[in-house]
């Protein structure tokens, strides 16, 4: 939930920002103006967003969406942003170089749901780099799972 | 750090040296567990080092994806297994979100003091495997030794030393019994005088101080653009410990501190667990005084079926911020579990803070970031 302060930055965003869409509980960007976002939340005085705490993944059969958390110790905000992508064309810029956190968990997302983090070197992190597929898209099957 | 950096000029006009790349691990007992580090070197300095993990990947987060939110309970304690009880906390609390269940003050009271004693159960191990890497195996056997005092509390709770699954969507499995109570309070007595022993052999120690202090140090901007949390964050002056930045449960009741380090060294990291054990008995000894009466189970529906939505929730664990991201689509199993492992985030930036430094060092850098690989590969 956004507090005031928050949700008025918002608003100002937008007008530069066409993809963005302020929800009750999370913002919605499109991925070609994620970057731009981030940066400014995290650069405005006024919001200090300078802690990414959790970048994941999920697949939701008709496309996948991108979540990144974020919070302001300054001010102690916290924001949810979510990024859909197609499924078959799964490909999103890297938020590497505002906040170098991102790098392992960009990594995992890629790993295990096979989204492609654009601008930046991908390598698996948790399954070995011959591994086929990517485990938490659901349809992905496996010998010996449950249902 | 500076006479030893103009040393290193030195050293490198008069002596030519090769790069070549040496393999740490995966087996190893310096690396906590199944991790394995590819170091390049130009002669004894560290130019760059690549962590790989994976090695103890079980997939809980697809797994989980075929469980009801109940059986997910036994896969988080195999995360962070130094630290079950927290995990255990961070997912029925993120479930309890995700459907707006109260919780009896009971249960919170009895959930604060076992996340406690886990905590400074956790942080045992940090310190006594801590000691033992830079040379001290004696540190090692203390630690333990005390720790086991804690494992008894909470196996009396949970019927288990380790795994213990104790947590339930709505409180506990089973109330407090009553010998815990006594053994509770002679811990809280002794532990104590335990802490200002390791204090004596392991904090004071001259080696043990000649090796981690100004040794990998990690400046306050660079933890936080790292998204480094838990000790590490406030071993480099950052105020940010989730149970007074944003109280959860019954955290806002007790009184005690958030002790944070000045350097961000080795030194500081280990230092600040040592503090913090100290500041969690105070916690779980105001607990046990101020343990309400009452139930120790909430109501919850049978079958636990979230409505359709999702649900980020954190909290401070042993290592860091614990994250559960979950996804209902309304049935009684989880669309999709995430959890955001301090352990596995933290580890981004040994690379960077092993940089300059010799092989041992990178012990004793790896070491002070208190890492448990369970949770790195979830």
């Known amino acids: 939930m956004p507090s005031e302060k928050v949700a008025e930055r918002l608003a100002a965003l937008g007008e530069s920002l066409p993809s963005l869409n302020v929800l009750e509980d999370a913002v919605i ?4 103006d994620l970057p731009a976002l981030l940066r400014s939340l995290k650069e405005d005085p006024d919001l200090a967003f300078n802690f990414l705490t959790n970048l994941t993944a999920t697949d ?3 496309h996948l969406t991108v979540v990144y958390n974020l919070v302001s110790f300054l001010y102690g905000y916290q924001l949810t942003i979510r990024c859909d992508i197609p499924r078959d064309d799964p490909r999103i810029p890297s938020v590497m170089e505002i906040y170098p956190g991102a790098d392992l968990q960009e990594r995992e997302a890629y790993d295990l749901v096979g989204v492609v983090f654009t601008g930046r070197e991908l390598k698996r992190v948790l399954l070995h780099d011959g591994f086929d597929g990517y485990p938490l898209r659901k349809d992905f099957t496996w010998a010996g799972g449950r249902d | 750090m500076n006479t030893e950096l103009d040393m290193r000029d030195r050293l490198e006009e008069n002596i030519k040296t090769d790069r070549y790349v040496l393999n740490m691990g995966p087996q190893h007992p310096s690396t906590h567990g199944v991790f394995r580090v590819i170091a390049t070197l130009d002669g004894e300095v560290i130019v760059d080092a690549q962590p790989v993990c994976g090695y103890l990947h079980r997939g809980i987060e697809k ?19 130094l630290a079950g009880m927290l995990n255990n906390m961070g997912y029925v609390m993120a479930v309890e979100k995700l459907m707006g269940v109260e919780v009896p003050e009971r249960a919170e009271y009895i959930r604060v003091i076992c996340a406690e004693l886990s905590r400074i159960a956790s942080h045992l191990v940090a310190v006594g495997s801590y000691s033992a890497d830079i040379g001290g195996l004696t540190g090692f056997f203390y630690t333990f030794r005390d720790r086991e005092k804690i494992l008894d509390l909470l196996e009396m709770a949970s019927g288990s030393r380790l795994t213990f699954s104790y947590m339930r969507v709505g409180g506990v499995a089973d109330d407090l019994p009553p010998e815990f109570f006594p053994a509770a309070q002679k811990l809280v007595k002794e532990l104590p005088a335990a802490l200002d022993e390791y204090d004596g052999l392991i904090t004071g120690n001259e080696i043990f101080q000649a090796r981690t202090k100004f040794v990998g140090i990690l400046d306050a ?10 000790p590490n964050l406030r071993g480099s002056g950052v105020n940010w410990d989730l149970r007074k930045a944003r109280p959860y449960s019954v955290y806002d009741r007790f009184d005690f501190e958030v002790p944070l380090g000045q350097n961000g060294d080795c030194f500081d990291r280990f230092r600040l667990r040592m503090i913090e054990m100290r500041q969690s008995l105070r916690i779980v000894e105001q607990a046990l005084a101020g343990l309400p009466e009452g139930t120790h189970l909430g109501k919850v529906p049978k079958v636990i079926k979230p409505p359709a939505g999702e649900v980020y929730h954190e909290i401070e664990g042993a290592k860091g911020i614990l994250g559960y991201y979950l996804v209902s689509d309304g049935s009684p199993k989880p669309y999709r579990m995430h959890v955001r492992r301090p352990s596995f985030i ?29 949770e790195v590969d979830c």
Request: zero cysteines; a negative charge.
């Open chain 2, 63 to 81: 797994l989980a994806e075929a469980r009801t939110y109940t059986q997910v309970i036994p896969y988080t304690d195999r995360m962070d297994y």
């Open chain 2, 346 to 374: 933290n580890l981004g930036v040994l690379a960077d803070l092993v940089q300059g430094w010799k092989i041992a060092d990178v012990v004793a850098i790896l070491g002070s970031l208190d890492i448990v690989l369970g």
């Open chain 2, 221 to 230: 901007k660079k933890a936080i653009d790292y998204s480094i949390s838990g």
């Open chain 1, 60 to 62: 939701y059969a008709d």
């Open chain 1, 29 to 32: 960007v499109g991925g070609d």
